[in-house]
Structures are given as C-alpha cells and as structure tokens.
C-alpha cells in the first residue's frame, strides 16, 4: 500500500516538475520579447548600421556598469554579513569544545558534594600560602631626603659628580 502511494506521488512530482519547466521557459521567452525588440537589419546602410552598433555598445555599457554596481552592493553586504556573525560568535564565547561524558556512580556524586560542603566550612587559613620575605628587601637603603640630594646636584659640584661617574 506504501509503496503504491509512494509511486503516485513520484509520478504527480514528475509532472508538475515537467510543467514548471516548461512554464519558466515561456516566461524567459516572453520578458525577452518585450525587453529585447528583434533587430531589422535588413535594408540598413552602412551609417544607420553603425550607428545601431553605437547604441548596442552604450546598452551594454550602461548593462556592465548596473552589474558592477550590484556587484559590488553584494560583496559589501556579504562582508558586513561575515563581520557580524564573526561579533555574534565572539559574543557567544566563540566556538564551544564538545563536552566528554562523565560516567560516576551517584554515590561517588554525593560524596563530591558532601567533601564540598565540608571544605568550605574549613578554616580558610589552613588553605593560605606562606610566604617569606627575602632579606634583600629589608636592606634596602633609605635615599634619604629627595630635596637634598636635588640641591647637591644643582650646582657646578652635581654636574662634575655626573661627569666623572
């Protein structure tokens, strides 16, 4: 019964698939009668068939040039196109790795929770790091009183001191 009902719907396709052929062919045939007139070239002299060639070559000047234009709208709104959806992923976090599966059991599950639970009740203290400071840092010697130093360096004496250093 499937397979009778699959066959008419092949056939029905088939036809209507021939028809719309045919129909977009007439409809070509038709907007290239109206757009494009036949040319009469009988009975032409040289001038009138040279100035038909002229405006033949402006037509399909002005043709290349709306193709151009087109063109090159395309282009930009392709571009912008890919420039936002270049934020929109940027936005999202860019692309996500996929996500291995995980097999626990549910006790081990509740056990995580539970040392969880009992970590953050812990003294955050156990958790610190010591740190020790070096003893270069306390023999650091004091410059002294900036202005001082600024005023001995002011006069010819500073200048000297500069040189010969």
Known sequence: MASLLKQK????????????QSNKVTERES??????????LSGLS???LQELCKELHRKCD??????YDI????????KELADLNAKINELKGGKRPNLKRVKKSADAMLGALTEAKLSSKSDFKSNLKTVKKDKKEEEKVDPGDWRKNVESM???EGRKKLFNS
């Open 154 to 156: 002011s006069g010819m």
């Open 31 to 40: 907007t290239l009668s109206e757009r494009v007139p036949p040319l009469k």
């Open 71 to 78: 063109e090159a709208k395309v282009l930009k709104n392709e």
């Open 62 to 67: 002005t043709v290349d040039e709306a193709r």
């Open 46 to 48: 040289v001038q009138e």
């Open 9 to 20: 719907l092949l056939k029905k396709a088939g036809v209507l698939l021939v028809q719309e």
